[in-house]
């Protein structure tokens, strides 16, 4: 459960609720199509929010989102990341004196991600967020400031309000289902807890066009040749992409998910910006800078924010731990964690509770309309005194869903498990169920307590010789393979490797 310690307090906000989240939707939904001024162009045309809409929209999600993944606690690496963001920003159709003032005046806020994925992304009006993993696959400082361009460029061309214009009936049918179905517990409830719930999920899930992309792939050469850098280095993040799209077996990389690849984009992107170097003193990689402000980063998941070893969840931070049954899947998030069975037909998941205590957090979950109480006590296991409900839902196509809910304390945190699957097969579950919530334990073994996380240092090369002689295998996370790292350094596995030469390795 990334759980982050940050976050949590007397009344923690949870990303994700499995009740009714009405009031994010709603406000998507009653968006409907207006015209606006699309600052790169300078043109009018039909979106799909006013600028005052895409700044509420933005200011809503970005809160899911620091919840979703939560941000990377290092504040060097975040100030330099932001140092470098405002460079490229101020080059930017977001800051010239030709644009209108609502534009020029709009605040951007850069986050870094706690997260190993290679992921960017934008949300309306300027919220721009990259993951630690990004910043891993990374050289140089020329490399981020065209990731970041790219990203400025779909907020100034107000890409995500084109697509929802263009898919505003298609949206609210979308939505309106997805409400539906959280009322009542039902649908899909996998995929609905998995993913990211409410205003942050319907913009994400605006994929942008392929026109889209070369827009922002020509603004992101554009803004980042005008800060000085050296624009065509930008190429080296696509490579770096296609090769861990290409490897078997790894599913598309976040980035490309939500940006769909126009093709040979790193022969345009050079290409691009060969065209600029006549117009902007293209000189600056800063690449000293870049391995300085990373060095030390954190790659792979983060065992200090909750780790499968053995069957077994441990927290080290939040110190506790429970049995995972076997063959579930294990989706590790800032706010919850969520075990699915194989079949994908049920499923039990741990977080927050929002009430202050357990007797009040089962009073509110068991008054929620369209529930029917089973059955309610009290349970006592490994020192933990829980109250328990066990609820009917009906879905949307007139099948039952039962859930079990547990609800405790846990060193002063309230917290909540539910298992859910359908009515028929929980029979068939419940043993499963029980065996994991009642499991829930405090972590006192010192080993799993002190483990830490795997970080990236940057280390010039003694020697010539091939990249991998470089590597202690011994050293890379669980999830890394040998070819990961060197797609991380952006060299391949047996690429020769010259005296002096900086590399970015595990330990």
Same mark, same amino acid.
């Given at each position: 459960?990334?759980?982050?310690? %940050?976050?949590?307090?007397?009344?923690?906000?949870?990303?994700?609720?499995?009740?009714?989240?009405?009031?994010?939707?709603?406000?998507?939904?009653?968006?409907?199509?207006?015209?606006?001024?699309?600052?790169?162009?300078?043109?009018?045309?039909?979106?799909?929010?006013?600028?005052? +809409?895409?700044?509420?929209?933005?200011?809503?999600?970005?809160?899911?989102?620091?919840?979703?993944?939560?941000?990377?606690?290092?504040?060097?690496?975040?100030?330099?990341?932001?140092?470098?963001?405002?460079?490229?920003?101020?080059?930017?159709?977001?800051? %010239?004196?030709?644009?209108?003032?609502?534009?020029?005046?709009?605040?951007?806020?850069?986050?870094?991600?706690?997260?190993?994925?290679?992921?960017?992304?934008?949300?309306?009006?300027?919220?721009?967020?990259?993951?630690?993993?990004?910043?891993?696959?990374?050289?140089? +400082?020329?490399?981020?400031?065209?990731?970041?361009?790219?990203?400025?460029?779909?907020?100034?061309?107000?890409?995500?309000?084109?697509?929802?214009?263009?898919?505003?009936?298609?949206?609210?049918?979308?939505?309106?289902?997805?409400?539906?179905?959280?009322?009542?517990?039902?649908?899909?409830?996998?995929?609905?807890?998995?993913?990211?719930?409410?205003?942050?999920?319907?913009?994400?899930?605006?994929?942008?066009?392929?026109?889209?992309?070369?827009?922002?792939?020509?603004?992101?050469? +554009?803004y980042s040749a005008l800060a000085g850098y050296e624009a065509s280095e930008g190429a080296a993040f696509f490579t770096a992409l296609k090769r861990q799209r290409d490897q078997s077996g790894q599913?598309?990389?976040?980035?490309?998910?939500?940006?769909?690849?126009?093709?040979?984009?790193?022969?345009?992107?050079?290409?691009?910006?060969?065209?600029?170097?006549?117009?902007?003193?293209?000189?600056?990689?800063?690449?000293?800078?870049?391995?300085?402000?990373?060095?030390?980063?954190?790659?792979?998941?983060?065992?200090?924010?909750?780790?499968?070893?053995?069957?077994?969840?441990?927290?080290?931070?939040? %110190?506790?731990?429970?049995?995972?049954?076997?063959?579930?899947?294990?989706?590790?998030?800032?706010?919850?964690?969520?075990?699915?069975?194989?079949?994908?037909?049920?499923?039990?998941?741990?977080?927050?509770?929002?009430?202050?205590?357990?007797?009040?957090?089962?009073?509110?979950?068991?008054?929620?309309?369209?529930?029917?109480?089973?059955?309610?006590?009290? %349970?006592?296991?490994?020192?933990?005194?829980?109250?328990?409900?066990?609820? +009917?839902?009906?879905?949307?196509?007139?099948?039952?869903?039962?859930?079990?809910?547990?609800?405790?304390?846990?060193?002063?945190?309230?917290?909540?498990?539910?298992?859910?699957?359908?009515?028929?097969?929980?029979?068939?579950?419940?043993?499963?169920?029980?065996?994991?919530?009642?499991?829930?334990?405090?972590?006192?073994?010192?080993?799993?307590?002190?483990?830490?996380?795997?970080?990236?240092?940057?280390?010039?090369?003694?020697?010539?010789?091939?990249?991998?002689?470089?590597?202690?295998?011994?050293?890379?996370?669980?999830?890394?393979?040998?070819?990961?790292?060197?797609?991380?350094?952006?060299?391949?596995?047996?690429?020769?490797?010259?005296?002096?030469?900086?590399?970015?390795?595990?330990?």
């Amino acid at each position: 459960m990334s759980f982050s310690v %940050r976050l949590l307090g007397r009344h923690p906000a949870r990303l994700y609720s499995w009740m009714p989240v009405l009031a994010l939707a709603l406000v998507f939904i009653a968006s409907g199509c207006t015209r606006g001024m699309n600052p790169v162009t300078g043109n009018t045309r039909a979106l799909g929010y006013s600028w005052e +809409e895409e700044i509420e929209l933005g200011r809503e999600a970005d809160q899911q989102i620091q919840q979703q993944y939560g941000v990377y606690d290092d504040e060097e690496v975040s100030a330099y990341v932001d140092e470098v963001a405002r460079r490229v920003l101020a080059e930017s159709h977001m800051r %010239r004196s030709d644009t209108p003032q609502q534009f020029r005046d709009t605040e951007f806020t850069f986050r870094v991600l706690d997260s190993p994925i290679v992921n960017a992304f934008a949300l309306p009006a300027g919220y721009i967020y990259v993951s630690r993993g990004l910043l891993a696959h990374l050289n140089n +400082e020329a490399q981020l400031a065209m990731v970041l361009g790219h990203e400025i460029g779909h907020v100034a061309a107000r890409h995500a309000s084109q697509r929802a214009a263009r898919q505003q009936l298609t949206q609210i049918g979308l939505l309106g289902g997805a409400v539906v179905g959280q009322s009542v517990l039902g649908g899909e409830a996998g995929s609905q807890i998995l993913n990211l719930g409410g205003t942050a999920a319907q913009l994400i899930s605006l994929s942008y066009s392929r026109d889209h992309e070369r827009e922002s792939d020509a603004l992101g050469v +554009e803004y980042s040749a005008l800060a000085g850098y050296e624009a065509s280095e930008g190429a080296a993040f696509f490579t770096a992409l296609k090769r861990q799209r290409d490897q078997s077996g790894q599913a598309l990389p976040a980035w490309q998910s939500s940006h769909p690849d126009p093709g040979n984009r790193e022969v345009r992107v050079r290409q691009m910006a060969e065209e600029w170097r006549s117009r902007a003193s293209m000189t600056e990689r800063n690449e000293p800078a870049y391995r300085s402000a990373i060095n030390g980063i954190v790659v792979g998941n983060d065992p200090r924010q909750g780790f499968t070893e053995n069957n077994t969840f441990y927290h080290p931070e939040l %110190r506790f731990q429970f049995p995972v049954p076997t063959s579930y899947q294990v989706v590790n998030q800032t706010q919850q964690v969520v075990m699915v069975s194989p079949n994908e037909d049920a499923l039990i998941g741990l977080t927050f509770a929002e009430e202050d205590t357990p007797e009040a957090a089962v009073q509110s979950f068991v008054s929620q309309q369209g529930l029917t109480v089973v059955s309610q006590d009290t %349970r006592r296991f490994n020192g933990v005194t829980a109250q328990r409900a066990l609820v +009917e839902g009906q879905q949307q196509n007139g099948s039952t869903v039962r859930v079990l809910a547990y609800f405790f304390e846990h060193e002063g945190t309230p917290l909540m498990f539910q298992a859910l699957t359908s009515g028929a097969q929980y029979d068939t579950y419940r043993a499963a169920f029980v065996r994991t919530i009642e499991g829930f334990a405090p972590l006192t073994q010192p080993d799993k307590l002190n483990r830490q996380p795997t970080r990236l240092y940057q280390q010039e090369a003694d020697r010539s010789g091939p990249f991998r002689s470089f590597v202690d295998s011994s050293t890379l996370p669980d999830s890394m393979t040998l070819e990961d790292l060197a797609i991380m350094n952006q060299v391949g596995v047996d690429e020769t490797i010259e005296a002096g030469q900086m590399l970015k390795l595990p330990r």
